[in-house]
């Protein structure tokens, strides 16, 4: 079963500009990951957010934790060609002792 | 060079034959984890493994056995009763901070298995 759901399913975007993607889901938490995957290759992860905390930042990269409606965001600010790749939120559930469970993912296309 | 490996790259099988995926870690983690992706999808666990000798099926076990004989090492059969095999592979392995405290997953380059 997928708990974790992203929004949008793809998404296009010129250089420069922000991507932003969601991720909704359905039970309690202990963290909510986010992580990149380039065409046919594994995945890398990019940022982790426990329950407790709101926002989190890594670089170009922002996520937000709303726990009150179990949702998530990241935002990509001045995207470049390089960041052309799927996104997945994967969320560790509060009794799941490390296992994640995996969105479908957002296919996030940047132009130059 | 730390990191988790996997072996072979692209894999072809013959219906009804079994196959091994070889995974392997030297990142000393306890937990590791193997998932399944089919094009356009995300991830589904298929086993996973907390410590040495131990392991737990995940969302889509049947037609797939696992062992756990070291730490290092996590090998994935797909055997000739998994109906629909062809698919990317893809093996993580994790550590923990403080009790159960799970962190990020850190994941191989994947072996694409073609069923001819």
């Known amino acids: 079963s997928q708990q974790g759901e992203e929004d949008p399913q793809a998404l296009s975007i010129q250089e420069g500009e922000n991507a932003t993607m969601n991720c909704s889901y359905k039970?309690?938490?202990?963290?909510l990951q986010w992580y990149r995957q380039n065409s046919g290759r594994g995945l890398v992860h990019l940022i982790l957010?426990?329950?407790?905390?709101r926002e989190k930042h890594s670089g170009r990269l922002r996520v937000t934790l709303d726990t009150s409606k179990k949702s998530s965001s990241l935002l990509i600010t001045a995207s470049r060609a390089a960041d052309t790749a799927s996104y997945f939120c994967?969320?560790?559930?509060?009794?799941?002792?490390?296992?994640?469970?995996f969105g479908a993912g957002t296919q996030v296309v940047v132009t130059p | 060079d730390g990191g988790i490996t996997q072996s072979p790259k692209y894999l072809f099988r013959k219906e009804g034959q079994n196959v091994t995926l070889s995974c392997e870690q030297n990142l000393n983690h306890d937990a590791m984890y193997w998932y399944r992706q089919d094009p356009g999808q995300g991830l589904r666990l298929i086993y996973y493994s907390q410590i040495v000798n131990d392991f737990q099926k995940g969302d889509i076990a049947e037609g797939y056995s696992v062992s756990r004989e070291k730490k290092e090492s996590f090998p994935l059969t797909v055997t000739s009763a998994q109906k629909n095999p062809t698919a990317f592979y893809l093996c993580?392995?994790?550590?923990?901070?403080?009790?159960?405290?799970?962190?990020?997953?850190?994941f191989g380059p994947g072996t694409r298995l073609t069923v001819l």
């Open positions: 039970t309690s938490i202990n963290n």
């Open positions: 957010i426990r329950s407790n905390e």
């Open positions: 993580a392995s994790t550590g923990t901070s403080g009790v159960s405290s799970y962190n990020e997953q850190f």
């Open positions: 994967a969320t560790d559930a509060s009794d799941s002792w490390g296992k994640l469970q």
